[in-house]
């Protein structure tokens, strides 16, 4: 089965600089997807990035950007010049490339605390 | 596009009464629909897997007739907590595959619902 950890329950940013999420996996297949979602207050999931397995290239969605690791199994989440929205539970998921319902894995989530 | 609605947004229920809560797509068809329960700074933990007009898949350690899910349309999946007590307070969420994308990666969620039993 597959698993998703990551290993930092809380962190910390000051408004308008670089944070950097850590999430690694453990799979033993070879084509799956990557996730990172934020869950704000509301607590309605908010899909903020994606990474598909055979893209080498690293996925950027304006401030937000991932950095892929394949063979080390790490999928980092990078926010730059953060601000005070982004302040939220974040959590990384997977999901396998090949049936099992298309359902997600998720890792534990990191708390974001974003400081003016 | 691509929302999903769940109705109620917060229930609050007596022990022993039965509750149902409702997820629907409501711009697109989804075939499987997904639902999590999560606690208080915790994770999304999945619950089951509804499929339109099959049985749904529960996980290891879910109750089956407890947790009751029915996925009777495209659009429409419930989930009945039967004879709730106070540990089943909890926070739902579902979520939805869009039907007519095969391979799409992502799947839609709704806003949750926050359960107390009293």
């Known amino acids: 089965a597959q698993t998703v950890t990551q290993s930092q329950p809380e962190m910390s940013v000051q408004e308008a600089e670089t944070v950097t999420l850590s999430c690694t996996y453990d799979?033993?297949?070879?084509?799956?997807?990557l996730f990172w979602y934020k869950q704000p207050p509301s607590r309605q999931m908010i899909l903020v990035i994606r990474?598909?397995?055979?893209?080498?290239q690293n996925a950027t969605e304006n401030r937000f950007s991932v950095n892929f690791q394949k063979a080390a199994k790490s999928f980092s989440l990078k926010i730059s010049d953060s601000q005070l929205g982004d302040a939220a539970m974040y959590f990384c998921?997977?999901?396998?490339?090949f049936g099992s319902g298309s359902r997600l894995t998720f890792g534990e989530g990191t708390q974001l605390t974003v400081n003016p | 596009g691509a929302v999903v609605s769940q109705h109620p947004s917060w229930v609050i229920c007596k022990s022993g009464t039965s509750v149902k809560i409702e997820c629907r797509s409501l711009?697109?068809?989804?075939?499987?629909m997904f639902w999590y329960r999560q606690f208080p700074k915790q994770s999304l933990m999945l619950m089951a897997t509804?499929?339109?007009?099959?049985?749904?898949?529960?996980e290891q350690g879910v109750e089956k007739d407890k947790f009751l899910i029915n996925h009777a349309s495209l659009t429409l999946s419930t989930l009945t907590v039967t004879s709730a007590h106070p540990e089943d307070s909890s926070f739902y969420i579902c979520?939805?595959?869009?039907?007519?994308?095969?391979?799409?990666?992502?799947?839609?969620f709704g806003p949750g619902t926050r359960l107390t039993v009293t």
């Open positions: 509804s499929n339109e007009g099959s049985k749904a898949t529960y």
């Open positions: 799979t033993s297949e070879s084509d799956y997807y």
């Open positions: 990474q598909e397995a055979y893209k080498q």
């Open positions: 979520s939805a595959r869009d039907t007519w994308l095969a391979r799409t990666y992502e799947q839609y």
């Open positions: 711009d697109f068809q989804a075939t499987t």
């Open positions: 998921a997977y999901r396998s490339a």
